[in-house]
């Protein structure tokens, strides 16, 4: 089944990519969210409807999680569902910067199994299947192999290396950068481009889900801060928190956290 989804989600990426390149980010109509959500802009609703259309028309019987769509519940009576964030890092969108992408991924019973991370600005399509490995731009890509996580680079916010998060109120030495996408900082990490990535506030399945399949189908781990595996299409689709990368690095993070 994950090889039977895979190449639906690579065309239905390519096409949602463009759909939003067809909108200028930064004159494109935006509004804010209720509660302080944070932004959308019309690019990011055509996008939805487009991969709404599409994607439920190819697997009827699919349930559907979005970002920009009603959550009615319906999903959870769903062996399989997608799960969808029609532009990951709407703000970029909106600058004009190319770091946006769109994540796109299936579920089953709770366990992502093909997942596409496609930045259209970048032409760089991210993907992966269960037990079959992840590519970029259908070459296979790694997780890196440093094992030392004083060597390390995790792509991380700020908030993250406040002391109260770490055992004995002590951040480990690690050096930090950072990238608004958590799709995109997923998918850098399976490319080994950095060590890890890490959120630790509570994370919207559809900004983790894709990535978090391609970080281990690159050789990696995903899991949330606490150490336990990722399950998705959960009645509140949050997760507390994500830890990804090479695995002696992840689970270094991991250990240190409080």
């Known amino acids: 089944m994950p090889a039977h989804d895979l190449p639906l989600l690579i065309d239905a990426a390519r096409i949602a990519g463009r759909v939003a390149t067809s909108f ?4 494109a109509q935006r509004w804010d969210k209720p509660d302080g959500a944070g932004p959308v802009t019309e690019a990011d609703i055509a996008v939805n409807d487009l991969l ?35 532009i990951d890092g709407t703000r970029s969108f909106v600058e004009g910067s190319g770091t946006w992408a769109h994540s796109i991924a299936v579920a089953e019973n709770g366990i992502v199994t093909a997942a596409v991370v496609y930045l259209p600005m970048r032409d760089k399509l ?7 490995g992840a590519t970029l731009n259908g070459a296979p890509i790694r997780t890196s192999r440093k094992k030392s996580l004083h060597e390390a680079t995790v792509l991380a916010a ?6 109260h998060h770490w055992k004995g109120r002590e951040t480990p030495t690690f050096k930090r950068s950072y990238r608004p996408s958590l799709a995109y900082r997923l998918a850098l990490v399976a490319e080994g481009r950095f060590e890890a990535m890490m959120t630790l506030r509570d994370s919207w399945e ?23 595996p990722l399950r998705f299409n959960n009645a509140d689709p ?3 928190g994500v830890v990804a990368g090479g695995g002696p690095v992840c689970a270094a993070l991991i250990d240190a956290l409080a």
């Open 24 to 27: 200028v980010g930064k004159t």
């Open 52 to 86: 709404s259309s599409t994607l439920r028309k190819a697997r009827p019987d699919y349930g559907w999680l979005s970002e920009e769509s009603e959550d009615t519940g319906e999903r959870l009576g769903r062996d399989r569902v997608f799960i969808v964030d029609p």
């Open 126 to 132: 991210y993907a992966a299947a269960s037990g079959q």
């Open 158 to 163: 700020r908030p993250a290396l406040v002391a």
């Open 206 to 228: 559809w900004d983790i889900a894709a990535g978090a399949l391609i970080a281990a189908e690159a050789g990696g781990c995903a899991h949330d801060r606490t150490g336990k």
């Open 238 to 240: 949050r997760l507390n």
